[in-house]
Nanobody
Framework: EVQLVESGGGLVQAGGSLRLSCAAS????????IGWFRQVPGKEREGVSC????????YYADSVKGRFTISSDNAKNTVYLQMNSLKPEDTAVYYC???????????????WGQGTQVTVSS
């Protein structure tokens, strides 16, 4: 059974940091790309970052470049999203997803986690 389990969300003040984790199981981890998306009520799911497990290539949305860092521990089948200098507009439910390649379009991904809430207070 494929599973993606996010953790690490919470409440933080603006300027603070959080590290999200996405633990994957049930598929061959290094054959997939893992993306992070976020969504606020009433808006479409937005691509934040992605890492290609096979070669470590990374991609970031312009809104998070320089503040967020994605990394992968292939031995643990886990992807991390280090989020620094958080802003209130980063508040959202964050999801990780697995797909055949990195894409900012949520429809490109096959498997999804349940999401973790990140709230940044001003």
């Amino acid at each position: 059974e494929v599973q993606l389990v996010e953790s690490g969300g919470g409440l933080v003040q603006a300027g603070g940091s959080l590290r999200l984790s996405c633990a994957a199981s049930g598929f061959t981890f290094d054959e997939y790309a893992i993306g992070w998306f976020r969504q606020v009520p009433g808006k479409e799911r937005e691509g934040v970052s992605c890492i290609r497990s096979s070669d470590g290539s990374t991609y970031y949305a312009d809104s998070v470049k320089g503040r967020f860092t994605i990394s992968s521990d292939n031995a643990k089948n886990t992807v991390y999203l280090q989020m620094n200098s958080l802003k209130p507009e980063d508040t959202a439910v964050y999801y990780c997803a697995a797909g055949p390649g990195c894409s900012y379009y949520y429809t490109s991904y096959d498997y999804w986690g349940q999401g973790t809430q990140v709230t940044v207070s001003s």
